[in-house]
C-alpha cells in the first residue's frame, strides 16, 4: 500500500506540471530551467548526501553486488533491444526505442518508489545503480545516437557521474562532511522528484494521440516495465544475490522510459 500510495503521488506531481505547462505557467525556458536545477543542482545532491553513511564489509559487498548487475542489466537489455528486437528500424529510431527500452527512471521515479518500499536507509542501493546508470547512458547511451560524440572529457564533466565518485570516495574513505553541509545537500536532494515529475508533466503537453498508436513505442515500453524487470528479477535469484540487492536492482530497472 505504501508504494501504491508514492505512486499515487508521483502521478499527482505529474498532474501539477501538465496542468502548469497547459495553463503557459511554465514555457519551455522555465522546463529548461528545471531540468538544469535537477540535474545540476538537486541530483549531485542527494547522490553525495545518502552516501553519507557507515560502510560496513557487509553493505560494501552488497552495493559491489548492486553495481555489477545493474551494470550488467542494462548493457543485456540494451544489447537485445539493439541487436535483436529493433534492428530492423532506421538508424534513428533505432537509437531511440532502444534507448527507451535500455534506460530507466530509476533515479527521479525510482527514488521515492525505492524509499517506499524497502525504507528511505536503503537509498544508498539506488544511488549506487544510478551512478552506473550514468557511466553507461552518458558513454554507450549517447554513442547510439552519435558515436562521434562519445567523449571521455566529457564523461568527466557530468555532474550526477562527478558525485557518484565523490560520494563514494567519501563512504569508503569514512569521511563525514560537516553537518551543515550534509543537512544542506538532503534539503536540495529532496527537491529532486518534485522537479523531475513536473517536467514530465510538462513534457507530456507534447504528447499526440497518435503516439499510442506506435506500436514499436509500446513494444519499447512494454520491455522496459514488464520484460526486462521480470528477466532481471529470475537473474538475480538464479545468482543468489542478497534479497535488499535484487529488490533494489528489480525495483530501479521496473522504472519507465528514461
Do not use: H
Not at 508521483?10 to 536545477?37: D, M, P, S, Y
Not at 553525495?48 to 559487498?61: D, F, G, H, I, Y
Not at 536507509?121 to 545516437?145: A, H
Amino acid at each position: 500500500m505504501d508504494v501504491m500510495n508514492q505512486v499515487l503521488v508521483l502521478f499527482l506531481l505529474i498532474f501539477c506540471g501538465f496542468v502548469a505547462a497547459k495553463a503557459g505557467w511554465i514555457r519551455e525556458a522555465g522546463v529548461q530551467g528545471l531540468n538544469a536545477t535537477m540535474l545540476y543542482f538537486s541530483l549531485p545532491a542527494l547522490t553525495v548526501a545518502k552516501l553519507q553513511q557507515e560502510a560496513s564489509p557487509e553493505l560494501m559487498r552488497e552495493l559491489a553486488q548492486v553495481f555489477l548487475l545493474g551494470g550488467a542489466s542494462i548493457l543485456v537489455c540494451g544489447s537485445l533491444a539493439w541487436y535483436a528486437v529493433f534492428r530492423k528500424e532506421s538508424r534513428p529510431r533505432r537509437a531511440v526505442l532502444t534507448s527507451m527500452a535500455m534506460f530507466s527512471n530509476a533515479g527521479f521515479m525510482g527514488f521515492p518508489v525505492l524509499s517506499a518500499a524497502l525504507g528511505a536507509d536503503k537509498l544508498i542501493y539506488g544511488v549506487v545503480y544510478i551512478g552506473v546508470f550514468n557511466l553507461v547512458n552518458w558513454s554507450i547511451g549517447i554513442g547510439l545516437f552519435d558515436r562521434g560524440a562519445v567523449s571521455w572529457k566529457r564523461l568527466l564533466r557530468v555532474p550526477c557521474l562527478i558525485a557518484s565518485v565523490l560520494g563514494l570516495v567519501l563512504f569508503v574513505a569514512g569521511i563525514r562532511l560537516p553537518a551543515p553541509v550534509t543537512s544542506a545537500l538532503d534539503m536540495l536532494g529532496q527537491t529532486t522528484t518534485p522537479l523531475a515529475m513536473l517536467i514530465v508533466g510538462a513534457r507530456l503537453v507534447q504528447l499526440r494521440a497518435s503516439d499510442l498508436r506506435d506500436m514499436k513505442l509500446l513494444l519499447a515500453c512494454a520491455l522496459r516495465l514488464a520484460v526486462f524487470p521480470l528477466a532481471v528479477y529470475g537473474a538475480s535469484r538464479l545468482l543468489g544475490v542478497a534479497e535488499t540487492v535484487c529488490a533494489s536492482v528489480t525495483l530501479c530497472t521496473a522504472m519507465p522510459c528514461a
